[in-house]
């Protein structure tokens, strides 16, 4: 059973567009909600990360919104550029340790 | 890959034969987690090690073990590959407590089981 659902699959944005991805979750106790960026034939990288207890998050071109009552929250890239095709993970964790990824959102920022 | 190895890198075995995949950090980190990546599963914990000798499993832990003797490194083995986990493998570290405890993630291994 899949903890974290992650919609779509795959997207296809011109330069310059905002892609956004979304995730949702059942477990409320889930606290810590990070968002990984991987390259082809390399591994994740932390992107950018959210706590409960905040509606958003901004780092530079990267937005994570954060619903708590719909137990959703999704990843917006501004401005979005070719270098910003990669795939990208939400994920959710309790206890800081076991963390649970969604499945995955390939990018694709045509120029 | 902030000082994480993973080797090695590819590795092509048959059903039945034992495989270990051995993950290396410099960083002194106390945490230390395989997981597997398959196309439409995402990423899914295989096990983690919390220090030296302490290890737990995670949501697919089945068919694999692991080892933790020195804190740099951790350990993966298949005691008898099987098709289902040609996989590629990740390594990840992170120092450890909650909630905000970020991971680093090795370069990974692509394993094959013919």
């Known amino acids: 059973q899949q903890q974290v659902k992650q919609s779509p699959q795959s997207l296809i944005v011109q330069k310059g567009g905002i892609p956004i991805i979304n995730c949702a979750y059942e477990n409320t106790a889930f606290d810590y909600f990070p968002w990984y960026q991987q390259f082809p034939g390399k591994g994740p990288a932390l992107l950018i990360a959210i706590r409960p207890d905040v509606s958003e998050k901004k780092e530079g071109r990267f937005t994570i919104s954060f619903n708590k009552s719909a137990k959703q929250f999704s990843l917006h890239i501004m401005d979005s550029q070719p270098g910003d095709s990669a795939t990208y993970f939400c994920a959710a964790t309790i206890t800081g340790n076991q963390f649970y990824f969604g499945t995955g959102t390939s990018l694709t920022v045509i120029p | 890959d902030a000082g994480i190895t993973q080797s090695p890198r590819h590795k092509v075995t048959e059903t039945g034969t034992p495989v270990t995949l051995r993950c290396h950090q410099t960083?002194?980190?106390?945490?230390m987690y395989w997981y597997r990546q398959d196309p439409g599963h995402g990423l899914r914990l295989i096990h983690y090690s919390y220090g030296v000798k302490d290890t737990d499993k995670g949501e697919v832990s089945d068919g694999y073990s692991v080892s933790r003797s020195k804190t740099e490194d951790f350990l993966l083995t298949l005691e008898s590959a099987t098709s289902s986990q040609t996989s590629v493998y990740f390594c990840?570290?992170?120092?450890?407590?909650?909630?905000?405890?970020?991971?680093?993630f090795g370069p990974g291994t692509r394993l094959t089981v013919l």
């Open positions: 960083e002194n980190h106390r945490y």
């Open positions: 990840a570290i992170s120092e450890g407590g909650r909630p905000y405890n970020e991971q680093f």
